[in-house]
């Protein structure tokens, strides 16, 4: 049984580390372990993932495969029909312009915007958008309200 009378340190001390650079007469004098010359011997050295010393590494020989489209995306924005009932009134008209003033839209969006069929919108407004989903199409002609298609 195990009590205070009985406990005993059964932790070890730390392994001092190597020293080096102690003179030639020692296992690690001179050159320290770390050869003669290159990046390597050197001080403060700390080498790049995938370098190989100047050689052309392997990940830039490789070929390049596949391709993405993130270079010509244009970046858009998705307006809610709740976000218009809840900013706007009757008889009001919903384009670039009014979002901007009411802070709805950046100041340049080269994708343009696009209405989404989020929530309800119960105020006759005409909307001028750049896109529609297939639910808001549904959901504004459904309550008769007039759209209109732009480009971007």
Do not use: W
């Amino acid at each position: 049984m195990i009590d205070l009378s009985n406990l005993q340190n059964t932790s070890r001390p730390a392994k001092s580390g190597r020293r080096v650079g102690r003179g030639t007469g020692c296992k690690r004098g001179k050159t320290c372990g770390r050869g003669h010359k290159g990046d390597k011997s050197r001080r403060g050295y700390d080498h790049r993932f995938g370098y190989e010393g100047g050689q052309v590494p392997l990940y830039l020989k490789l070929p390049v495969r596949g391709f993405t489209r993130g270079r010509f995306e244009k970046a858009s924005r998705a307006i809610t029909l709740a976000r218009i009932n809840e900013h706007f009134s009757d008889n009001d008209v919903v384009n670039e312009q009014t979002l901007r003033e009411k802070g709805l839209l950046p100041r340049s969006l080269p994708g343009g915007f696009k209405i989404i069929a989020t929530g309800e919108l119960n105020k006759k407004v005409k909307i001028e958008a750049h896109s529609f989903s297939e639910g808001a199409k549904k959901i504004l002609e459904a309550n008769s309200i007039e759209f209109k298609l732009i480009e971007a």
